[in-house]
């Protein structure tokens, strides 16, 4: 009994850790066609900042929500200003450009930090569940993932900038029609997306130490998460953390974790060829 | 026959220079190092031919160069004598790519995905290589090792005599001949139909359908190609290092080949051999040091060409070049229009 | 007997819309046929269902061209029995030049040995010997239809599916096409698309009339231009 309650604790962890470090690169990419491959820098700087201000002594909540995204929302700013903004509707330029990128932010960071693992402890010890003990943090992660959640969709569903949001789905000229310029849409977007970014690297930090590297732990994961799910942010990026969270914990609980990262790859290989004319699918081949 | 001014014709004069290059190089770099950079230049122009000339982006090319090392590892520990293994090592990677390509252009997938695809499958051999140590994982005799690799493996033997293995300045001269190999078959490539066609697709993909071309035939047949001379690199790769860890799978593997390619320039055979070459030069130099980052000079340059020459550094000279040898024309003569019309052609590509 | 192509009961959907909306077309050896109506009609989606640009299969209903049952068939598949396609938006090689295109286009027919002579041959036909070497890029819209005009007439199809051929041309240019299109006329079936009406006038052929995904009219051209009810499709459509 107590087995199989941590076993769905550990599931949802799983979707909430898949939904928290995808939900940045699902918003950029939905709304303005843009795979940021430099997203798992972004939420390894927002662990950086988070680990670096509680060394200087500042409160961890406060380090994790609310510099972490503001330090990466701003580092988005520049990137969007002086990258992003002159490769809009060049797919392949802009992975390109944004690999380089991330190529570049680990570079810079190991340039300030240097080459060695940080860390941070868990503000919430940990409690026993039966004969198990189990991270409070965890919990903790749960419960931001799903506030954050609903914040987004409220947004989307009832607020101006939701409107305008969903309008940018549909592709730059509902925008325009809608009154609005597309270049700053997109610019609000990025920063966005990016402020996400940081904020899910941020809460994550006390979780695991930090290597200039880390970044490509998130990437590889949240690129699949956000690309099965297709171009419908929230339903898209929902339905595919949870399939693929589950597949991930159950083969890792059946053979071992790296078992279940392989899974959910292959998995995402047969998604990605059953449904190439899917949602996202026909997306790509209009907007090329 | 009718010239396709697109596509270079091969100039033997360059091509024999290339050659006394080659030969005279481990005099100026140590063998072990040109041996190296010898190896990267051939991985680059294996993706350059895909790349540049049918407009196809792996992002992931690394897997098809691990898959080579790895194939030539496991079948030497297993057979002995080096001849099939190094075979084996261009076929199991081309067989591969067949697979995963033809899944890909036959469900007409669209660029990006196909970037998705391949990256996402370099990512599974990683960490499938990285998580088989342990008795379990062995193919044969042949330990697969986990993340600590397989080492201890026999090197190249001279065909038939599995006792005359070749190591050092020899393998210098094999990669040598097997980089110079690879060109021509490329240049070859490029002069038949088939070369011609994968143009061009990369120009205009549903004109060639609306011609009659099977296009999904010849996109896989040049992932194939493609996905063998990386497997040949691979293997020559894991003669060098006598050793083959899953980091021939990683993201820095992928992403580096794809800098020396865009970096060198895209549309030419030169232009990767040299953008490897010398980007590993200086990757090799800045290994010396620890004050600067490799990747941090690799991604801003990355950033860099993207954004200001889209093509590359050796078409951009190109055109400069073929500029100033028109400006010069003009000034000696009138010059025939023929000739003027001939060369503003070669501007525009 | 069979026509050279016919469909029957072809249905295209994109989600809730009907794009083309059992439509039974039939085109006979030799014909030469215009397709016309307002912008949305279906003429172009007709065309892509009857290449298999689109996925299809029988509930789309059947195409048959010279009696084979091509619904399901691969783009290139269904072009290889012998048919031509101009698209409305040239489709060309821009990077490469008039010469590369064209030989692309003859290679496939014509063999390695035989594929530059033909290429000659039509250069000649159309008078753009003197483009050859230009690149396609750099070229005119109106120069680029002739040359996609070429690269459909050196494979010497006997069905040609020509989206809009006129577009973008000159008076001279445009009575030039038309004698060339009378001239391939003579061995080849036509099937052209066009939105003006001066220009399928002269044409003077067969006229078919497509709204909203079927089709409303079929007859002669005269008859048929002058129809109230294509009139006020047209109209109509011009007053949204």
């Known amino acids: 009994m107590d087995y199989a309650g941590v076993i769905i604790l550990e599931i949802l962890y799983m979707i909430a850790f898949l939904l928290l470090t995808s939900a940045g690169l699902a918003i950029i990419f939905g709304m303005m066609r843009v795979i940021n491959l430099a997203h798992g820098q972004f939420v390894m700087i927002g662990g950086y900042t988070t680990i670096a201000s509680v060394k200087a002594g500042i409160n961890i909540y406060f380090a994790m929500l609310v510099l972490a995204p503001l330090v990466v929302g701003f580092i988005g700013l520049i990137v969007e200003r002086t990258i992003i903004r002159f490769l809009y509707g060049r797919i392949i330029d802009t992975m390109l450009a944004t690999w380089g990128l991330s190529l570049l932010l680990v570079g810079m960071v190991t340039f300030i930090f240097g080459n060695t693992a940080v860390s941070v402890p868990a503000p919430i010890s940990g409690y026993q569940l039966g004969e198990f003990q189990m991270g409070g943090y965890n919990l903790f992660i749960i419960l931001v993932t799903v506030a954050i959640g609903v914040v987004m969709w409220a947004v989307l569903r009832y607020t101006r900038a939701g409107l305008i949001a969903r309008g940018a789905m549909q592709g730059p000229d509902v925008v325009a029609t809608l009154g609005y310029n597309p270049n700053k849409v997109y610019m609000i977007t990025f920063v966005a997306g990016a402020a996400l970014s940081g904020l899910a690297g941020g809460i994550l930090a006390p979780l695991t130490g930090l290597l200039p590297s880390s970044g490509g732990a998130y990437i590889a994961k949240a690129f699949i998460t956000v690309i099965t799910g297709g171009t419908a942010v929230i339903t898209g990026t929902l339905l595919s953390a949870s399939f693929f969270g589950t597949i991930n914990q159950i083969v890792s609980f059946a053979a071992n974790p790296v078992m279940g990262d392989i899974a959910m790859l292959v998995l995402a290989l047969i998604f990605l060829r059953m449904m190439p004319k899917g949602i996202t699918g026909r997306f790509f081949r209009d907007s090329t | ?349 | 007997m069979s026509g050279v192509l016919e469909t029957h009961d072809l249905t295209m959907r994109f989600g809730g819309v009907v794009a083309v909306n059992n439509v039974n077309f039939s085109l006979q050896e030799s014909e030469l046929r215009c397709l016309i109506g307002p912008n949305g009609a279906g003429k172009s989606t007709f065309f892509k269902c009857l290449l298999g640009q689109y996925r299809m299969n029988h509930e789309n209903g059947r195409v048959l061209i010279r009696g084979n049952d091509v619904t399901g068939w691969n783009t290139f598949e269904i072009v290889r029995l012998g048919i031509g396609v101009k698209t409305q938006v040239p489709s060309v090689m821009n990077g490469l030049t008039v010469q590369e295109n064209l030989w692309l286009s003859s290679r496939r027919i014509h063999g390695w040995h035989g594929a530059s002579g033909a290429v000659a041959e039509v250069a000649r036909e159309l008078q753009i010997e003197d483009l050859l070497r230009r690149t396609v890029g750099e070229l005119s819209h109106g120069q680029r239809q002739v040359v996609e005009i070429g690269i459909v007439l050196v494979q010497r199809p006997w069905l040609l599916l020509l989206d809009e051929p006129a577009a973008g041309m000159t008076g001279d240019e445009v009575e030039r096409l038309i004698g060339i299109i009378r001239r391939i006329n003579q061995t080849a079936s036509i099937i052209i698309v066009d939105h003006d009406m001066e220009f399928v006038r002269m044409l003077g052929s067969t006229v078919t009339v497509f709204h909203q995904g079927s089709i409303l009219v079929e007859g002669p051209a005269e008859q048929v231009l002058n129809d109230p009810a294509v009139r006020e499709v047209y109209i109509g459509n011009r007053a949204e």
């Not at chain 2, 590993?280 to 060409?305: C, F, M, P, R, W």
Request: charged fraction near 10%.
């Open chain 2, 1 to 349: 026959m009718m010239n396709w001014p697109s596509v270079d014709r091969i100039n033997w004069g360059w091509f024999l220079l290339a050659v006394g290059i080659f030969a005279l190089l481990p005099l100026v770099f140590d063998t072990h190092t040109a041996t190296l950079l010898i190896i990267w230049a051939l991985f680059a122009l294996s993706l350059g031919i895909m790349w540049g000339f049918a407009g196809l982006l792996s992002f992931g090319h690394a897997a098809y160069f691990g898959l080579g090392a790895y194939t030539y590892a496991v079948a030497v520990i297993n057979i002995g004598e080096s001849t099939l293994p190094f075979l084996l090592s261009l076929l199991v990677p081309a067989i591969v790519a067949a697979i995963i390509g033809g899944m890909a252009f036959y469900g007409r997938i669209s660029d990006v995905y196909l970037g998705v695809i391949t990256l996402v499958v370099t990512l599974i051999l990683f960490k499938f290589m990285s998580a088989t140590a342990g008795d379990i994982y062995k193919i044969g005799s042949a330990r697969l090792g986990g993340f600590n690799g397989m080492p201890g493996f026999h090197t190249l033997n001279v065909p038939g005599y599995p006792d005359i293995s070749l190591w050092g300045w020899p393998t210098y001269y094999i990669s040598a001949s097997s980089l110079l190999l690879s060109y021509l078959v490329c240049r070859w490539i490029l002069a038949r139909t088939f070369g011609r066609v994968l143009i061009g697709i990369r120009e205009n993909e549903e004109r060639c359908e609306l011609l009659g071309y099977n296009v999904a035939a010849y996109k896989t047949g040049i992932f194939s190609v493609s996905a063998a001379m990386a497997g040949l690199a691979g293997c020559l790769f894991a003669n060098w290092a006598e050793i083959v860890t899953p980091s021939v799978f990683s993201l820095g593997q992928a992403v580096e080949v794809l800098i020396w390619v865009i970096v060198g320039g895209l549309g030419t055979l030169i232009g990767p051999i040299l953008g490897a070459m010398a980007l590993g030069y200086v990757k090799l130099l800045l290994g010396e040091q620890t004050v600067i980052d490799n990747s941090l000079i690799l991604g801003a340059l990355l950033i860099a060409v993207v954004l200001g020459l889209p093509n590359g550094v050796v078409p951009a000279i190109r055109r400069i070049w073929n500029a100033a040898r028109l400006k010069l024309r003009r000034r000696v003569s009138e010059g025939s229009t023929r000739r003027t019309l001939n060369a503003s052609s070669q501007v525009n590509r």
